[in-house]
């Protein structure tokens, strides 16, 4: 696949990256949860200086769209006063600290990336992507591919030290497990990590210290739209929403917090269930928008040829495992494999089953009635 450009990092609040629809800024909030404050305190930032859209990631971050380049540096200011960016460049670029996000207050995953953060300035310069998992929880929740370097519940009860693409781990105490992450960061650079990008590509032997037979604890699943024991969760459709629509929910909702998690959901601690939902938010476990990824696609992003949010809309309830319309081969929305995807190139799409975007088609070439018909959607 060709006609897209890989760049190779995610923007971030001091780097941000430029879309069809602007500037997207994306914010890192600390341990994945931003106060009542915070929250409507962006969503008023994102209506005054972006389009009034915000993205829920796959990592668990926010993204402002639509920034003015002349908007920037008042935006940047306000989210610094907020305590939702740090006023240190060179500190924020390495806040990428995905946090297992029902935690409590005390727990170790809540220790741990405490400690972690408070480390930030002993660790080396890493590559764009590459982050932290603090997974630490009874059970690991987050899944393969979201994090290099992770501290999660081992099968023996305790928390291990576990590489990416390795599968299994390292006993470490908890005390000492924000030092180990960073000691295994360094590793990744003297080892030559950089080239190859991320963990799970770095092919050279770990060292001995970070080398054990621990396998992770059996995975439990993540959340789903419902009632939970710190408020309530909610899916967002395609990970987009309007801010107007995030103020109302967490007003009309009670919310006193908001943790982002890594599957599109959102969980608003200290929150009632509202019936209905404002536009673009998921109450019902099973929604068949739960099962599909669709990145923002043409005009949004420039590297997309064709519009795939309108027709993931279409094509989600006809099918029953997960879907990804991407708008290139870089598949943004979903970097593994599902059970339906369908890729853009020149205006039309290719179909893979069982693949990842870019993967080598099934059909190639499909418009999108084609692709409707193909699975018997109208």
């Not at 994306?26 to 994102?46: T, Y």
């Not at 107007?244 to 601690?269: H, Y």
């Amino acid at each position: 696949m060709t006609g897209f450009a890989v760049r190779g990092w995610c923007p971030t609040a001091w780097r941000p990256m430029l879309a069809g629809d602007g500037l997207i800024v994306r914010v890192r909030p600390r341990l994945g949860q931003l106060s009542r404050a915070q929250i409507l305190g962006l969503c008023e930032i994102a209506n005054v200086h972006g389009n009034g859209m915000i993205d829920a990631t796959s990592r668990a971050n926010l993204q402002i769209r639509g920034v003015a380049e002349g908007n920037l540096p008042t935006l940047l200011d306000r989210l610094v006063a907020l305590d939702l960016v740090d006023a240190d460049r060179w500190m924020e670029e390495r806040r990428a600290i995905l946090v297992a996000p029902d935690w409590t207050e005390g727990d170790d995953s809540a220790r741990i990336a405490g400690q972690l953060t408070a480390r930030l300035g002993d660790l080396p310069d890493l590559p764009a992507k590459v982050g932290f998992g603090i997974d630490a929880g009874d059970a690991p929740v987050l899944g393969a591919g979201l994090a290099d370097f992770r501290i999660e519940r081992g099968a023996d009860g305790g928390p291990i030290l576990r590489a990416e693409g390795r599968a299994t781990g390292v006993p470490v105490a908890v005390d000492a497990a924000a030092e180990a992450l960073v000691a295994l960061a360094h590793w990744f650079v003297e080892s030559g990590g950089v080239v190859a990008g991320r963990m799970a590509r770095h092919a050279a032997p770990l060292p001995d210290w970070a080398r054990g037979e621990v396998a992770p604890a059996p995975a439990r699943a993540p959340l789903q739209p419902g009632r939970h024991a710190l408020g309530v969760t909610c899916g967002v459709a395609f990970g987009s929403m309007a801010a107007g629509a995030l103020a109302t929910l967490v007003e009309d909702s009670g919310a006193q917090a908001v943790r982002l998690t890594p599957w599109r959901m959102l969980l608003l601690e200290g929150a009632r269930a509202l019936s209905p939902m404002p536009e673009g938010f998921i109450a019902e476990a099973g929604h068949p928008l739960l099962r599909a990824d669709a990145c923002p696609g043409a005009p949004l992003c420039p590297q997309a040829t064709v519009a795939t949010r309108p027709l993931a809309l279409r094509l989600a309830r006809h099918l029953q495992g997960r879907l990804h319309i991407s708008g290139c081969a870089k598949g943004c929305a979903h970097a593994g494999p599902v059970d339906v995807v369908a890729t853009g190139r020149d205006g039309l799409f290719d179909l893979g089953l069982g693949a990842r975007a870019g993967d080598p088609p099934s059909l190639s070439g499909l418009t999108p009635q084609q692709l409707l018909a193909h699975f018997g959607a109208d």
